[in-house]
C-alpha cells in the first residue's frame, strides 16, 4: 500500500520547505530596515529631513513609513526635477494620504519624496534618499585553533626519547636518573 500525503501534494510541501528555508537561512533578505520617516517627529513640516536622512543607510528591501495626521499632509513620489521645483503631480490619485503610508525599497538609486499640501514642501516637507544594494553579510571566516602543546611527559619518557627506545627503566636507574 502506497502511503501519501493526504491532501496535500508534493508540490506544496516543497514549495512550504523552500519558504521556511528562506526565512530560516536568510533573514536579512525576509525582514528589511524599517525606517519611520523623520522618527518621533513623523513626516511634518518644521523638521530638516535632509539632517535625517543623511544619519540614515537605506538599502534594498528596507521601508520608508510615513507617519502624520491623515488629512494634513500626503506623500508624493517624484522625479529630481518635481523635488528640486516642489512640483506636485498633476494626477493626484498618485497621493499618499492614509497617515501610515509604507514604500518598500525595491530598487537601488535615488529617490525623491515631497508632501504637495499648501507650501509644505517648499517649507522643506521633502525627502531625498538614495537606495543602495542589499549587502547580505557574510558568515565570519572560522580562525583555526591554535596547536595543542606537546604532551609533558615524565623525566622517565624523556630520558627514553634522549637515549632511544632500547633504555630501559633498569639501565636508567644504573646511571643514576630517579623519578
Same mark, same amino acid.
Given at each position: 500500500?502506497?502511503?501519501g500525503l493526504?491532501? %496535500?501534494?508534493?508540490?506544496?510541501?516543497?514549495? /512550504?520547505?523552500? !519558504?521556511?528555508?528562506v526565512?530560516?537561512f536568510?533573514?536579512?533578505?525576509a525582514?528589511?530596515?524599517?525606517? !519611520?520617516?523623520?522618527?518621533h517627529h513623523?513626516?511634518?513640516?518644521g523638521?530638516? %529631513?535632509?539632517?535625517?536622512?543623511?544619519?540614515?543607510v537605506?538599502?534594498v528591501?528596507?521601508t520608508l513609513?510615513f #507617519?502624520?495626521e491623515a488629512?494634513?499632509?500626503n506623500?508624493y513620489? @517624484?522625479?529630481?526635477? *518635481?523635488? &528640486?521645483n516642489? /512640483?506636485?503631480?498633476?494626477?493626484?490619485?498618485? *497621493?499618499?494620504k +492614509?497617515?501610515?503610508?509604507v514604500?518598500?525599497?525595491?530598487?537601488p538609486?535615488?529617490?525623491? %519624496?515631497l508632501c504637495?499640501?499648501? =507650501?509644505?514642501? $517648499?517649507?522643506? &516637507?521633502?525627502?531625498?534618499?538614495?537606495?543602495?544594494?542589499? $549587502?547580505?553579510? +557574510?558568515p565570519?571566516?572560522?580562525v583555526?585553533?591554535?596547536?595543542?602543546? *606537546?604532551? @609533558?611527559? +615524565?623525566? @622517565?619518557? =624523556?630520558?627514553?626519547?634522549h637515549f632511544?627506545?632500547?633504555? $630501559? $627503566?633498569k639501565?636508567?636507574?644504573r #646511571?643514576?636518573? =630517579?623519578?
Open positions: 500500500m502506497a502511503m493526504g491532501r %496535500y501534494s508534493s508540490s506544496n510541501v516543497l514549495v /512550504t520547505i523552500v !519558504v521556511i528555508g526565512i530560516l536568510f533573514p536579512c533578505i525582514l528589511g530596515t524599517e525606517h !519611520v520617516v523623520g522618527d513623523g513626516w511634518a513640516t523638521f530638516d %529631513y535632509n539632517i535625517w536622512a543623511a544619519q540614515e537605506f538599502e528591501g528596507d513609513v #507617519r502624520y488629512g494634513q499632509h506623500v513620489k @517624484v522625479n529630481a526635477s *518635481a523635488y &528640486q516642489c /512640483t506636485v503631480p498633476s494626477n493626484h490619485s498618485e *497621493a499618499l +492614509s497617515g501610515n503610508d514604500i518598500v525599497l525595491a530598487s538609486g535615488k529617490k525623491w %519624496y504637495g499640501v499648501g =507650501h509644505h514642501c $517648499t517649507t522643506g &516637507q521633502r525627502l531625498a534618499i538614495t537606495v543602495v544594494p542589499h $549587502t547580505i553579510s +557574510s565570519p571566516i572560522p583555526p585553533d591554535p596547536p595543542a602543546p *606537546a604532551p @609533558v611527559s +615524565s623525566p @622517565v619518557e =624523556h630520558m627514553l626519547h632511544g627506545r632500547s633504555v $630501559t $627503566t639501565k636508567l636507574f #646511571r643514576g636518573f =630517579h623519578y
